[in-house]
């Protein structure tokens, strides 16, 4: 059974980073796009950053040139770097695994994703 366990959370103040991480479990990394989508309290999940086989990169324009997301197949963990962090990037992190798409030339939906973590909080003040 996949699990993707994620984690680097924490509290920080705004102009700061994080790493946050994702392991795969259960299988060998996917070569299918992969994703980190965030929620915060009274909003729908979205898209944050997206990453498929080949590791061609997508981002909301929220975070693009803030944000990078990377993955390394050896230790079957893929990464969000997150820099500058807004009081607005506040959230519950996921990652999330398609399984199915070889490529994303942009986030796909939620509903394209087949697995999730379990999420790790960031909470950035200012």
């Known amino acids: 059974q996949v699990q993707l366990v994620e984690s680097g959370g924490d509290s920080v103040q705004a102009g700061g980073s994080l790493r946050l991480s994702c392991v795969a479990i259960g299988t060998t990394y996917p070569s299918y796009c992969m994703g980190w989508f965030r929620q915060a309290p009274g909003k729908e999940r979205e898209g944050v950053a997206a990453?498929?086989?080949?590791?061609?990169?997508s981002y909301a324009g929220s975070v693009k040139g803030r944000f990078i997301i990377s993955q390394d197949n050896a230790k079957n963990t893929l990464y969000l770097q997150m820099n500058s962090l807004k009081p607005d990037d506040t959230a519950m992190y996921y990652c999330?695994?398609?399984?199915?798409?070889?490529?994303?030339?942009?986030?796909?939906?939620?509903?394209?994703?087949?697995?999730w973590g379990q999420g790790t909080q960031v909470t950035v003040s200012s």
């Open positions: 999330a695994a398609t399984f199915s798409l070889g490529y994303c030339y942009s986030i796909p939906p939620k509903n394209d994703f087949k697995y």
């Open positions: 990453i498929d086989g080949g590791g061609y990169t």
